[in-house]
């Protein structure tokens, strides 16, 4: 997900004319297929909305990552000003780091691939190499919160204490 700008695109999918949005099919094999057409088109909107809570929680840090560096150039007399914008940084990235833990609790809630097959991965891998689209419903998805992934609260904790620190000793 971290390169996901790099990946292949989230795309629906069309098998043989089927897009999953037409009734179910009888016999087994074209169900089969039916099946695993309408989960991944069904996923394309979650996926869209976790990759861009992704992005947007990327983002977020490298903005809070810039404000805190910024607190070691500022002059003194600008040193609250660079503390606040580093404040609503991180707190900018705890928003994001919620919003991509709701899309990617939503993604990991409503596509459980735990019950696929061998079988079905194998076929699902097929199709969208195929396409040239992304997996969506099996691979490469981080499976932790980026809030715990990388540790975003205790890193918070540890620059308040030195902010605070700092603060205490500025001129008033």
């Known amino acids: 997900m971290a390169t996901a700008t790099a990946e292949k695109p989230i795309k629906l999918i069309n098998v043989n004319g089927i897009t999953g949005n037409e ?10 297929t039916w099946k695993l057409v309408r989960r991944h088109n069904t996923a394309v909107p979650l996926a ?29 007399t600008d040193w609250a000003a660079a503390h606040h914008r580093w404040v609503k940084a991180e707190h900018a990235l705890d928003a994001a780091a919620r919003q991509w833990q709701s899309a990617a ?3 990991d809630q409503a596509f459980d691939d735990a019950n696929w097959s061998d079988r079905a ?10 396409a040239g689209i992304r997996e969506l419903l099996c691979a490469n998805r981080p499976t932790s919160s980026p809030w715990q992934a990388l540790d975003v609260e205790r890193r918070r ?3 308040e204490q030195l902010a605070g620190k700092t603060l205490q000793r500025l001129p008033t």
Do not use: K
Request: no cysteine; glycine share 0%.
């Open 105 to 107: 609790a939503a993604m």
């Open 48 to 76: 869209l909305e976790e990759e861009q809570a992704w992005n947007a929680y990327i983002s977020a840090e490298a903005v809070t990552e810039q404000a805190w560096q910024a607190l070691d150039t500022a002059p003194t």
């Open 121 to 130: 991965f194998e076929f699902y891998e097929e199709v969208t190499r195929q």
């Open 23 to 32: 009734p179910a099919p009888d016999d087994n094999a074209s169900y089969f």
């Open 157 to 159: 904790r540890e620059r």
